[in-house]
């Protein structure tokens, strides 16, 4: 056994992304990535970008109630309704 801390490239770093944004890593993993994106600008950059896109899914996905409707009054306030109604 060893107390050095784990060390992960950027690889892993890449691959667990996901992993630390839904909060699905154990405790040792996730600071392993927390110091690779510290150590790494461009493991960072990634990071943010990911996180706010899926925090901008998540969020859309809430507010989205009635997406067919909010669609219908955005073609129609454009004048795009058509009469054709094939769904
Ligand atoms: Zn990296």
Redesign the pocket.
């Known amino acids: 056994m060893t107390s050095e801390p784990r060390v992960i490239d ?1 690889q892993e ?1 890449a691959r667990r992304l996901h992993e630390l944004i839904d909060g699905e890593l154990t405790p040792e993993v996730e600071g392993a990535v927390q110091r ?1 994106l510290e150590d ?1 600008a ?2 960072m950059a990634v990071y943010e970008f990911e996180e706010a896109f899926l925090r901008f899914v998540k969020l859309k996905a809430k507010g989205q109630t009635a997406p067919g409707d909010l669609k219908k009054r955005i073609l129609g306030s454009l004048g795009l309704t058509s009469n054709s109604d094939n769904t």
Request: net charge neutral; proline share 17%.
């Open positions: 950027c770093a690779h790494c461009p493991c």
